[in-house]
């Protein structure tokens, strides 16, 4: 069966930090993968996805993932946070029934 | 393009009772899907639907059903509330609902059962 972990209940960093936040698939074929975000008593806002091709996927609101096959990973990141980055962070896989397994959620606290 | 809504927004019932959430694609999509999403059990599939049928279905007991009309709208239905129903219902659209269509996520209904 399809699953993803998200290992970190909690990511801190201080504005203007490089952010990561970690995620790890397994999958049986190939990966569809995704990362989300929430913002409080909101819906969840895409941010991008991993299809095929480019290792390196670029999204919304300057973040990026890399894809890593070898590792089964998946990791958000961003050069540079920013205070309005706080929020919850979800990675998703798709299943061989189209639907989107999530993750746990990783909340990312960015301190000015 | 508009994106996709949900109404209502909140929503506040009593055990027993049962209730009804709509939601509106975004324009041209025809996939419809809905997760449960409650801090104990994290974001979980409900059911999806394409062209008016029932693609798929999760892990949800028959209290749990929905529809799709044929300009995609969709609702959900909860009958016979319990109190571990509250929770926030998302509904989200795509193109077609395969593999690499993204869903896109309406804001939500917050239902809390008394």
């Known amino acids: 069966a399809q699953s993803v972990a998200q290992p970190e209940d909690q990511v801190n960093v201080a504005e203007g930090n490089p952010l990561t936040v970690k995620c790890t698939y397994s999958?049986?074929?190939?990966?569809?993968l995704f990362w989300y975000v929430q913002y409080p008593n909101r819906g969840l806002q895409f941010l991008l996805k991993?299809?095929?091709?480019?290792?390196l996927v670029k999204g919304s609101y300057g973040f990026e993932a890399e894809f890593n096959k070898s590792q089964t990973s998946f990791h958000l990141k961003k050069p540079s946070a920013l205070v309005s980055d706080s929020a919850l962070y979800f990675c998703?896989?798709?299943?061989?029934?189209?639907?989107?397994?999530f993750g746990t959620g990783t909340r990312l606290q960015v301190f000015p | 393009k508009a994106g996709v809504t949900q109404t209502p927004r909140y929503l506040i019932k009593t055990r027993g009772q049962q209730v009804t959430l709509s939601c509106s694609p975004i324009?041209?999509?025809?996939?419809v899907s809905w997760y449960q999403q409650t801090p104990g059990q994290g974001l979980q599939f409900l059911f999806e639907?394409?062209?008016?049928?029932?693609?798929n279905k999760g892990n949800f007991p028959g209290r749990f059903s929905g529809r799709q009309f044929s300009n995609s709208r969709s609702e959900m239905n909860v009958s016979t509330l319990e109190l571990g129903d509250s929770a926030l219902y998302l509904c989200?659209?795509?193109?077609?609902?395969?593999?690499?269509?993204?869903?896109?996520f309406g804001p939500g209904t917050r239902l809390t059962v008394l």
């Open positions: 989200a659209s795509s193109l077609a609902g395969s593999y690499t269509d993204t869903q896109y």
């Open positions: 998703a896989v798709r299943d061989s029934a189209d639907k989107l397994i």
């Open positions: 991993y299809i095929t091709g480019d290792n």
């Open positions: 999958v049986s074929g190939n990966p569809y």
């Open positions: 324009s041209g999509h025809r996939s």
């Open positions: 639907y394409f062209s008016e049928t029932q693609r």
